[in-house]
């Protein structure tokens, strides 16, 4: 079965009422984290093991290798002797025409991007497909340049993260994938996937497996959000490869009427059927909010700027997933001011400051951002303003990415204007809408309970055609 499920609508009710109809069978309910899978723990009967996919892959015979002292991408490359590998130090043209010097620290970290990739995927070895696409390095010459580099450094570190005696520290992605190539049974007679719409392949492909079970798949496709780093949407896949049955939940009762509508709209350009019903009994508007709860951004440079601001203002802010992130951006952009290389994903494939901001201005992206609060704060300001931060419970206010807002709801939401509209094609003059945006959107709306102010959302009345 799948159950198609709207925000709001009672999904985590439906799944207990599920596992209790039926004490006589053994069920297994996998959530989308551990926060999650605490909370089924608690609330679910008996009869019901509730994990996350790496609870159920996980073996104390990898503790060791777990437990290890955090290894960077240098030292990951000094154990694995990618020196001798590579040739020492390698040089690859830029999108610009500028030649990037790749050390053996950016390497790795390329190479350790690309297995993350794979450990995600279905695939039975890495290859060429799991190499991250990093601005700067899009180009055909440059992406055949770095491919030729990074691969065999990938397979390496694959070859080592699966030997008993290997050198590299394991994660937890590393150990979910050698789970999945084992072909497990999972005990159970029947299988209940919570989040379905952002599974990783490597998980799907497991439980489409389990033929002995009965498999349930609960979520909502238009929450589809993070196939930008391989996750896939299981309820499809469970539609099309098993012929699910499937049901759907449109009554929320997270928000009233007037929020309903505002997120139909984008349910409209999704392209799906579902639309929601408000709660009569919800007191939900939408309009401006000079005060919100939460502000939820696009990127993480809006994010950081609307951080910046509440600090300047003396309030105390909280920012979804901690400064740690932020922190490292800074650094990055700091090496790269000082002249030294930096393996930060955002910032890999550039070799100077200047050569950021070339790029930012002829891409016209969320690198733009980025240089400008580095070049108006410094790298120093933005390290500072993450040690900051205050705790989410006593700050005034919470700044989150959409991605991050992900299964949260706040009484009042704002939506930050770099939520930006799409321009219309050259060509056609139709201005298209990417369904992947047009999903990120609903799921922004969605977090408000009471009162949603997405005055920056507007443009949405404008648009009349999506593309994937």
């Not at 093991?49 to 990898?62: C, E, I, N, Q, V």
């Not at 439980?207 to 238009?222: E, F, K, N, P």
């Not at 001011?337 to 930096?342: D, E, L, N, P, S």
């Not at 930012?360 to 108006?376: F, T």
Request: hydrophobic share 45%; charged share 25%.
């Amino acid at each position: 079965m799948v159950l198609q499920a709207g925000a709001g609508c009672g999904k985590s009710s439906t799944l207990r009422l599920i596992a209790q109809s039926d004490p006589r069978r053994r069920m297994a309910y996998i959530a989308y984290n551990r926060s999650i899978a605490a909370d089924a723990k608690k609330s679910f009967p008996a009869n019901v093991a509730a994990s996350t996919g790496h609870g159920l892959a996980f073996d104390p015979k990898h503790l060791p290798r777990l437990q290890r002292p955090r290894q960077t991408a240098l030292q990951a490359a000094q154990a694995l002797g990618i020196d001798e590998l590579t040739g020492g130090i390698q040089r690859i043209p830029t999108d610009l025409g500028h030649v990037k010097a790749m050390t053996s620290k950016v390497i790795m970290r390329a190479a350790l991007d690309a297995v993350e990739r794979y450990c995600h995927s279905a695939d039975p070895e890495p290859s060429a497909r799991h190499i991250p696409r990093y601005d700067g390095l899009t180009s055909p010459d440059a992406r055949a340049a770095l491919v030729e580099l990074v691969l065999p450094v990938a397979r390496r570190a694959w070859a080592d993260l699966r030997a008993a005696d290997g050198v590299l520290k394991l994660s937890h992605d590393h150990y979910l994938k050698l789970w999945a190539l084992s072909e497990p049974t999972i005990p159970a007679d029947v299988v209940l996937l919570d989040e379905a719409q952002d599974t990783n392949d490597v998980l799907a492909k497991v439980l489409l497996a389990q033929d002995h079970a009965q498999r349930i798949a609960v979520g909502d496709s238009a929450q589809q959000i993070y196939e930008w780093r391989g996750a896939k949407d299981a309820l499809a896949q469970f539609e099309r490869q098993l012929g699910a049955e499937v049901r759907t939940l449109s009554q929320s009762f997270r928000f009233g009427p007037a929020i309903a509508d505002a997120a139909n709209a984008w349910l409209f350009l999704v392209g799906t059927p579902l639309r929601l019903t408000g709660w009569d009994q919800a007191d939900s508007t939408t309009g401006p909010v000079e005060h919100p709860d939460a502000i939820l951004c696009r990127t993480n440079s809006g994010a950081v700027g609307i951080v910046l601001e509440a600090l300047k203002a003396g309030r105390k802010v909280s920012l979804v997933g901690g400064g740690g992130e932020l922190k490292r951006l800074a650094w990055a952009a700091r090496d790269l001011q000082q002249g030294r290389a930096t393996d930060h994903p955002e910032l890999l494939a550039f070799p100077s400051w200047s050569a950021v901001r070339e790029y930012a201005e002829e891409e016209d992206g969320s690198l733009k951002v980025l240089v400008k609060l580095i070049d108006d704060y410094g790298a120093d300001e933005l390290a500072r303003a993450a040690d900051a931060l205050a705790a989410e419970g006593v700050a005034e206010l919470t700044v989150s990415t959409a991605h991050r807002a992900k299964g949260r709801e706040w009484p009042a939401v704002r939506i930050h204007d770099d939520f930006r509209p799409p321009k219309p094609d050259p060509a056609t003059g139709l201005v298209i809408l990417r369904r992947e945006e047009a999903r990120l959107a609903y799921v922004a709306v969605t977090r408000a309970r009471q009162r949603l102010d997405h005055t920056a959302l507007a443009w949405v009345d404008s648009i009349r055609a999506v593309a994937d």
